[in-house]
Nanobody, 115 residues
């Protein structure tokens, strides 16, 4: 059974940084695209960043220049480096992985940006 486990969330002041990690465990082959989504209270889930197997990245306009997504295929791990955090970045952040047509979601890690 495949599990995605996120870590790295927490409370940070505006302007601060956090690094989220997501590790895929279990039998999972040929991971294609990996991504991070987020969902703020009262809002729908939105795509934050994606990274393909070849390393091509895309970002939501709201995080461009502040967030960086990266991955290690051998470790089945994806990271999200978040800099210059703003209160509007407060949300649950979810890891998303596509593998051979199957989509997997993590349970989320909470990021709170507040002074």
């Amino acid at each position: 059974q495949v599990q995605l486990v996120e870590s790295g969330g927490g409370l940070v002041q505006p302007g601060g940084s956090l690094r989220l990690s997501c590790v895929a465990s279990g039998t999972i082959f040929s991971i294609n695209t990996m991504a991070w989504y987020r969902q703020a209270p009262g809002n729908g889930r939105e795509l934050v960043a994606t990274i393909t197997g070849s390393g091509t990245t895309n970002y939501a306009d709201s995080v461009k220049g502040r967030f960086t997504i990266s991955r290690d295929n051998a470790k089945k791990t994806v990271w999200l480096q978040m800099n210059s955090l703003k209160p509007e970045d407060t949300a649950n952040y979810y890891c998303w992985v596509a593998s051979k047509g199957v989509i997997y979601w993590g349970k989320g890690t909470l990021v709170t940006v507040s002074s």
